[in-house]
Structures are given as C-alpha cells and as structure tokens.
C-alpha cells in the first residue's frame, strides 16, 4: 500500500474545481516527522508533545525538550509544525507528576487534564513555553492549547508564554521571527464564546475525537460505544457548521486534526461544510490527495447545504451514493 501512495507525495491536493487544501500530518514522536517527506504532506497539524513524557520515566527537563522541538522543526525545513501544549492527566496520567489526591477521579478525559494541569502547575507550563521559544528562534513558532473551555484560559496559557518572551528578550537571546497561537476547540462550550476568542487567535484547531465523546457523552476509549454514534451524524455536521459560521468574519485558520478527517466520506463532509485545512494520520494523506483531485467543491457545498438542513436518514449511504455519482 505504501508503494501506491508513495505515487501520490508530489501530486497536489487541488480539487477538480482548483481550490487547494492544506493537509497536514498528525505527530508526537521524533520518528513521526519523516512521514511529511514520505507523504508530501503541507506540515505537522499537530504535533503531540505529551508524546515525550509519556514516554519518559522522569519529567523531560527544559534541555530536553528544547532539543526535541528543535530537531522536529529542523526536520521539517521550511513546512509549519504545530505544537500543542502538553495534553497530560486524564487517562494520560504520569506516574511522576503526582496527580493522584487519594480520590482518583471518575470521568479522567472530563478531569484534571490538559490545559488544566498545566496552568496550575506553573512551572510545567512555563519549562515547556521557554524550551518551544527557544527551539524556534529565527522562525516561526505555531502553538495551540488543549482543551481550552473559556477564552481566558487561552490568556492565561498565552500570558505564560509572553513573559518568557520577555524574559528572553530581556537576556537578549534570539527569538522566533513570529509567534502565531492557536486554540483547539474540543470543549463545545468554546463554540459558543468564539466571537469573545477568535480575534486574538491566528488559527483554530478542531479536534473532533474529544469533540464528539463529549457532544454525545460517550467515552472515546470504551469500545462498547464505537458504534453509537457516527462522525456523520447530523448533530456533529450542524455543530462544526456553526462553528464555521462563529468564525467566519475573523481572521483564523481553521483546521480539522481528529481522525475524522482522514476518513473518506468524513472528509467529504468537512470539505463540503467549508472545511480547508485537514491535519491526518500520515498513512490517510496520499489517499485524501487521490480524493481531493475529483472533488467539486461548490456542487459539494451546494449539496451539504441541502443534507443540513434536511438531514437524510442515513448520512453515510447518501455521501456514499453522491460519491459514487461523481466518480469519486
Ligand atoms: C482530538 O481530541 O480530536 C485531538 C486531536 O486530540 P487527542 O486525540 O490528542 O485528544
Ligand atoms: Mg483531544
């Protein structure tokens, strides 16, 4: 299979109507990163930094995670990597980062995680700013925030990172050339307070696995409820639809880094809801691209625009038909 898409990595996601669509690959380890050139892919949408605790049995001190940064944007040469902030508590607990009060906690991916953690332990959040300024020095620094829920956790999370900016000018070591900081949305709360926070975003990032288990409260990790609900239910289409429209007069980025993106209909479906920007499982780019290439878009739009408003039955035959009806 890799033989097949590897004929793909120079061929470029332009629809059959000439739109170009960004997609990205979705990282974590230092091994992942040769998957853009094998892929041909635009850049890392994610890159998942909690990858090097979890896999560490100590906290990664400062050094280290500037040096892990550094050699992933090296790697990468001029494509964007996406950093997000460490996603750690939850089901993600480190054993050395002591989270544990004597009661454990019941609902871990609604708990004491990501952005949570890290904003009560400072000094966590504060070592990981300084290393990922400091590894972008003289390029462009793209950062994102899980599990934002309010716009000011946002500032807070930003505020930590601007005083080790100013630390740093202070000591006038050389900084990144541009800082552009992102939110994810996977809280639906967010969706709602998006006019209050997308003016001071540069991008929007929405990660459909924590979206979804929490618009249908049902837990991504237990396999007795993979079959529940489905990525095309009318409930997640109408959602980040609206989430389109909240966003639709800023100036934001916004892309898709679930793994719902790199599914075939699924795509098809963010696509025709306006989505531009996928951020994928490496092995799904070279068939996304093979996919993009047959897409019209305005007919796409013209007839998602119809299914939202009256949802059919089932979604997935209805895709599954038009798709056939388009050659795709
Ligand atoms: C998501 O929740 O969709 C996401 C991309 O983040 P993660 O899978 O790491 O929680
Ligand atoms: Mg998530």
């Avoid at 033989?3 to 960004?22: F, S």
């Amino acid at each position: 299979r890799q033989a097949v898409w590897a004929g793909m990595r120079d061929v470029e996601p332009i629809t059959a109507d000439g739109t170009r669509i960004t997609v990205m690959i979705n990282a974590g380890l230092r091994d992942d990163v040769p998957m853009l050139n094998l892929t041909g892919a635009d850049g890392i949408g994610l890159y998942r930094t909690e990858f090097q605790f979890l896999v560490s049995a100590t906290l990664p001190q400062r050094e280290r995670q500037t040096r892990l940064y550094r050699e992933v944007l090296e790697a990468a040469g001029n494509r964007p990597v996406v950093f997000r902030t460490v996603d750690i508590g939850g089901d993600k607990a480190l054993p050395y980062l002591n989270h544990d009060d004597g009661h454990g906690e019941e609902n871990p991916a609604m708990g004491w995680r990501a952005l949570r953690v890290a904003l009560e332990r400072g000094g966590l959040m504060k070592a990981q700013a300084r290393a990922l300024l400091e590894a972008s020095a003289g390029r462009t620094l793209n950062v994102m925030f899980p599990m934002v829920s309010e716009p000011w956790e946002f500032d807070a999370a930003k505020a930590v990172f601007d005083q080790q900016l100013a630390w740093l000018k202070g000591q006038k070591k050389m900084l990144p050339e541009a800082i552009r900081y992102g939110a994810m949305l996977e809280v639906p709360a967010l969706a709602e307070v998006l006019d209050i926070l997308a003016p001071k975003l540069s991008f929007l990032s929405i990660g459909t696995n924590d979206l979804t288990q929490f618009l249908f409260a049902a837990d991504r990790s237990n396999p007795k409820l993979a079959e529940r609900y489905d990525w095309l239910s009318p409930s997640i289409l109408r959602f980040l639809k609206r989430v389109m429209n909240n966003v639709a007069g800023y100036k934001v980025d916004v892309t898709v880094c679930g793994e719902m993106g790199g599914r075939r209909l699924e795509a098809l479906a963010l696509m025709g809801l306006g989505i531009r920007r996928l951020s994928i499982t490496p092995v799904a780019v070279g068939p996304l691209k093979e996919l993009i290439r047959k897409v019209n878009l305005p007919e796409l739009t013209a007839q998602m625009d119809l299914w939202l408003a009256n949802p059919p039955a089932d979604m997935r035959s209805a895709l599954t038909r038009w798709a056939c009806e388009h050659g795709i």
